[in-house]
């Protein structure tokens, strides 16, 4: 047996018997796609928000209204509601298996997607509804906190969680919070803004050095889950993004923060044979938000330093994002049709 399904087969046995010790006789049962509908598909809607942000920043740059960015604001909104429609049945008929992903050392880390979700929409509702922004704004974030110190929670006392079960994944619930002050400082709340800031950054730095720890010194990721170190890039892309809406220029923490995100970046490039070669799973949403915040860091640097070159990647970037975002729908909708997900794993 190859070191490479170790892993694999470590995440499956702790979380199998996690949910035969939630689950009871739901076993017996007949498969039911909803009740096997993963909290992964929250990670579309950060890959949509994403791209929606993208494209606001995009026709700044271009001085253009925000027609496009305000349709694909509306179609993640919608498929959104969908994603969360359906979640909302599972967690009526099949409890279960809620309790399950909550104990999974890997689904887990997928919960807080929704509530970076709301924080995303929230930005990208910025400049069309001060209303909206705010209010999806302040219910994201809030859920997004009480998310954090859930997650974190759940790591200090669970202790069936090994090293192996680490992956960039683990980013999303804590260095989340890095995502608020994009919006926050707009809004006017700037200590509140500062606090999520800080939490985001410390944790990215601590979650950095575990999990580069787990690919240097350990077996490599399984199949499935390579696509999640590009998850990498968008700590330090956020970062930027955020610092500079704290504090309103270019200094040299927030150059470390972009130039730390484009050196991931080259680093993702690197593995790109090796990534093109693995089956499509939800994980590949883990291509798309990463890209577009490394897209809108690029373009505000080259806004914020007046470089043509950086705004000249930033358009080559948002080419690249385009495309990814078109793949990945295609992909997840062959996917749906064709049963090959919300299987059990």
């Not at 890997?106 to 919960?111: A, D, E, P, Q």
């Not at 890095?178 to 800031?197: D, K, Q």
């Amino acid at each position: 047996m190859s070191q490479t399904n170790k892993p694999q087969e470590a995440i499956s046995s702790s979380a199998a018997a996690a949910h035969s010790g939630t689950s009871g006789s739901s076993a017996a049962k007949p498969d039911s796609r909803l009740e096997h509908f993963p909290n992964a598909f929250f990670a579309m809607v950060m890959g949509l928000a994403g791209f929606t942000l993208a494209t606001e920043r995009l026709e700044k740059s271009f001085g253009m209204e925000h027609s496009n960015s305000l349709f694909l604001l509306t179609f993640t909104g919608i498929i959104f509601a969908i994603l969360l429609g359906i979640y909302l049945l599972k967690a009526i008929r099949y409890p279960a298996a809620i309790s399950w992903e909550w104990h999974h050392p890997v689904r887990l880390c997928f919960f807080p997607a929704a509530s970076i979700g709301l924080i995303l929409m929230g930005t990208a509702f910025g400049p069309f509804s001060h209303a909206l922004s705010f209010g999806f704004w302040a219910v994201g974030s809030a859920l997004h906190l009480f998310g954090t110190l859930a997650v974190l929670s759940t790591w200090i006392g669970h202790r069936n969680f090994e090293l192996m079960h680490l992956n960039p994944a683990w980013f999303i619930p804590v260095v989340g919070n890095i995502l608020v002050p994009i919006a926050g400082s707009r809004l006017g709340y700037t200590e509140i803004s500062w606090f999520f800031f800080a939490i985001g950054i410390l944790f990215w730095i601590v979650l950095l050095t575990l999990v580069f720890n787990r690919l240097v010194f350990h077996n490599p990721l399984p199949e499935r889950l390579l696509p999640t170190l590009m998850i990498l890039i968008a700590p330090p892309a956020v970062g930027f993004v955020s610092f500079v809406s704290l504090t309103g220029g270019i200094d040299p923490f927030s150059r470390i923060l972009y130039y730390t995100g484009v050196f991931f970046f080259m680093i993702i490039l690197l593995q790109v044979p090796k990534l093109s070669r693995i089956s499509f799973a939800m994980s590949w949403w883990a291509y798309s938000f990463p890209l577009a915040a490394l897209t809108i860091s690029t373009l505000l640097y080259a806004e914020k330093i007046q470089s043509g070159i950086h705004e000249t990647i930033g358009y080559g970037l948002f080419g690249l994002l385009v495309l990814v975002i078109i793949g990945l729908l295609i992909r997840t909708m062959k996917a749906i049709l064709g049963g090959d997900i919300c299987q059990p794993e």
